[in-house]
């Protein structure tokens, strides 16, 4: 019996891993990132307009190492570093939705529209490499979710309000409807 119970337990843990990241399912990640200095400031759910989407512009960025960025000083949204990570949700190759803050913080996403937006970012860079068919299914996923909160959710791309190529030369609007 000593003999299996390593084998059980290793069989527990692999099964509350896979559960904890199935498709579908909105992994919370907002009490375990990286925190800067502050607080970001709150919001009505009626001030939201849009969902912006963003990339991170590398392909070898994590949650972590992006919260860590924003968090640091001297990045490029914040001089003293922003609160926390800037975006809202972050969605990998898999498809897989991270929620990175709450949806009434006014994260620094997009200067001069953050109070009335989302931001959510794909990881990767769509200058070099399209979309997975998994990351184009969970953004239209989590749309379908945020409108069912907020009435009137419209979709932008983070290059509508500022001279960037963000989210990517190879994302449109027209993958996700």
């Known amino acids: 019996m000593k003999k299996i119970v390593p084998y059980i337990v290793a069989a527990v843990a692999l ?3 896979l559960y904890l ?11 375990i990132l990286p925190k800067g200095l502050g607080e970001y400031r709150r919001r009505d759910l009626k001030e939201i307009k849009r969902l912006v989407i963003h990339h991170t512009g590398s392909n070898s960025d994590t949650i972590r190492s992006v919260a860590r960025y924003h968090t640091s000083k001297g990045n490029h949204i914040c001089q003293n570093g922003c609160p926390a990570i800037s975006y809202h949700y972050m969605i990998d190759s ?16 997009v200067g001069g529209n953050n109070s009335a937006s989302i931001g ?15 990351q184009v299914k969970a ?8 409108s069912m909160k907020i009435a009137g959710l ?24």
Do not use: W
Request: glycine share 6%; with cysteine; aromatic share 10%.
């Open 15 to 17: 099964a509350v891993v």
């Open 21 to 31: 990241t199935r498709p579908g399912r909105i992994i919370d990640l907002r009490s």
């Open 94 to 109: 898999m498809g897989r939705i991270y929620q990175t803050n709450d949806i009434q913080e006014v994260s620094y996403h």
């Open 120 to 134: 959510v970012a794909f990881l990767g860079d769509f200058n070099t490499r399209d979309l997975s068919y998994d």
């Open 139 to 146: 953004l239209k996923r989590l749309y379908r979710i945020l």
């Open 154 to 177: 419209d979709l932008a791309l983070h290059r509508d309000f500022s001279s960037t190529s963000c989210p990517g030369s190879r994302i449109s609007l027209d993958l996700f409807r």
